[in-house]
Structure formats: structure tokens, C-alpha cells
């Protein structure tokens, strides 16, 4: 079964300050050496993104930046074949995104 692992830092600083690159490449190494990632990315900074919105009238509005309520930064994503949600679970949790302030969501990939 497929889930994927959005990982969220508290603030794109607390990140960085709570989990040392090390630990992500020794991580990366891991899980990428169990062959059970199908997809996997780090998103660019924060600062790069751009927000739209399509209101009732069907009009489109573009803004740079992400949502000003969001405190949680989606930081990048694993998608992983598993035999089921506890191994996903545990994936999870020998994430370095999933530390201090940080946290990894575990959602099923919708079957077509």
C-alpha cells in the first residue's frame, strides 16, 4: 500500500536548528536503500512560493507566499510502498522532520 510522508517543520528556522543535515542524508540513505520509495522531493524555500486562490466570482488570484495562517512549512514528501499503515508509521518516525517542533503526516495514496 502506498503512503505518503508530508514532513512539516514548526518554522523553516526551527528545522533547520533541530535536525542536522547529517541526519536527513543518513536518513535519505535508509530509506532510500530499503526499496520501498516510489516518489521523494524537498521543496524549495519558502520564500519561492505562490499562492492561488479562485474566489466565487471565478476569478483567479495569484500571490507570492503561502497561506499568511499556516504555522506548520511543508518541507518536502516521501511517497512509500508499504505492506501497511504501521510500517508507514514507522518510516515516520525515524524521520528527522518529525522531531522537536516537526512532525510527519502519514496519508494513504488514493487508489485509482
Given at each position: ?22 541526519a536527513w542524508q543518513d536518513f ?14 524537498r521543496l524549495a524555500d519558502l ?23 499556516t504555522r506548520e512549512v511543508l ?38
Open positions: 500500500m502506498k503512503y505518503m510522508l508530508l514532513i512539516q517543520a514548526g518554522s523553516a528556522e526551527a528545522n533547520e536548528a533541530e535536525c542536522d543535515y547529517s535519505d540513505k535508509e530509506i532510500q536503500g530499503s526499496g520501498v520509495v516510489v516518489s521523494s522531493e520564500v519561492t512560493t505562490t499562492t492561488v486562490r479562485v474566489g466565487e466570482n471565478g476569478k483567479k488570484a495569484v500571490t507570492d507566499g503561502p497561506f499568511a495562517e518541507g518536502g514528501f516521501y511517497v512509500v510502498d508499504v505492506p501497511d499503515l504501521d510500517t508507514a508509521l514507522d518510516w515516520a518516525a525515524k524521520c528527522p522532520g518529525s522531531r522537536g517542533s516537526g512532525a510527519v503526516e502519514v496519508r494513504p495514496v488514493a487508489e485509482s
